[in-house]
């Protein structure tokens, strides 16, 4: 880590090298340290599950990137995948690894989401792709307005916590989940400042912390 750095963020997820490079120039010293494990699930009734699915012909919604990691290589057909997700990384990353992607909606909360496909009017049944640790909004608010929700555990998390051995002034949240597992072992400090991605995630770190980003 640079002497000469001004700040020290910690990155709850492992970072790329050009990132802490950008940021070691502007004076910002980043060091990652996950505090969650993701595990795609392996199962052959999920795996052939998703073999129908990849041919298309379902809504499927994702709230997570990891979701669509987990299952990245399952599209190769290149059959239409009609898309509902969060935007920011959950939909960078669908980008990349569905070519057949159509989105039909983005919103920044998964409650926001379910209420867009409500909106839409015509639709009854969704192919909900998660992981075992997933907020309960989307599925009740579906159910709720009588919409099918067909739901695929496709990772396991598992929580990863850890007690700092030095004082950051800043702390980055990617998942509700690694915001959990983090305060399982640290005290929240007033002089840190916890940034998050997503309405989501934020708000799980302004309950738990009391410093929201």
């Known amino acids: 880590m640079p002497s000469s750095a001004k700040y020290r963020i910690l990155s709850t997820k492992s970072l790329q090298e050009s990132l802490r490079q950008d940021a070691a120039a502007r004076g910002i010293a980043l060091v990652d340290q996950p505090f969650i494990d993701i595990l795609p699930v392996r199962a052959p009734e999920l795996s052939a599950r998703l073999a129908e699915i ?7 919604v994702f709230t997570s990137p990891n979701t669509v990691k987990s299952v990245a290589g399952i599209w190769d057909n290149g059959a239409e995948q009609k898309i509902y997700c969060l935007g920011g990384a959950t939909l960078e990353v669908i980008h990349a690894e569905i070519p057949g992607a159509v989105i039909l909606g983005t919103a920044s909360s998964s409650l926001e989401l379910a209420k867009q496909i409500v909106a839409e009017g015509n639709i009854r049944k969704v192919v909900f792709l998660c992981g075992n640790i997933r907020r309960n909004e989307l599925p009740e608010h579906l159910l ?15 929580e990863t916590p850890a007690e700092l051995e030095e004082r950051f002034d800043g702390v980055l949240f990617f998942s509700p989940s690694s915001v959990h597992s983090f305060f399982q072992r640290n005290i929240p400090d007033g002089g840190t400042v916890y940034f998050a991605i997503g309405e989501t995630t934020g708000g799980y770190a302004l309950d738990l912390s009391g410093n929201g980003p």
Request: no cysteine; aromatic share 4%; charged share 15%.
């Open 54 to 60: 990849a041919l298309g012909g379902h809504v499927l």
């Open 144 to 158: 709720a307005h009588n919409i099918e929700v067909e739901e695929l555990v496709v990772y396991q998390t598992v």
